[in-house]
């Protein structure tokens, strides 16, 4: 299992590696939409990856319908971030985001999020 964490925030991408490491998932960072979209286009196949809405260069909305229309069908997409609103939700799930989990999380709403996913823990 390997996770891309897309996030502008270092602390938030350090906590999600943290929580995933500890199940076994590997982890790879990337700091905006773009950034984590090239990582996708690499090579490196990824299961999961949790996206932030707002982000520089490229936000998680735009990056989310980029890979969905690019065919990454089967990667599972949780949106992470503060964006409440549950028009923002609506949009995000609708354009193929698979989970929603809103900022500020903790350890076992995360956990929840990945049950839904069908990621067990180790």
Do not use: H
Request: aromatic share 8%; hydrophobic share 50%; net charge negative.
């Amino acid at each position: 299992m390997r996770a891309l964490i897309v996030d502008d925030s270092r602390f938030v991408r350090g906590f999600l590696l943290g929580l995933l490491e500890e199940r076994g998932i590997a982890c790879e960072e990337a700091d905006d939409g773009q950034a984590g979209l090239v990582r996708l286009r690499s090579g490196v196949s990824f299961d999961l990856a949790l996206i932030d809405w707002n982000m520089p260069v490229m936000n998680g909305f735009q990056m989310l319908t980029s890979l969905r229309a690019e065919g990454f069908r089967d990667l599972k997409v949780m949106m992470v971030t503060t964006e409440a609103e549950m028009d923002f939700v609506i949009r995000a799930l609708d354009s193929g985001a698979d989970e929603y989990l809103m900022k500020p999380f903790d350890e076992d709403a995360l956990i929840e999020k990945l049950n839904l996913l069908g990621i067990a823990e180790d």
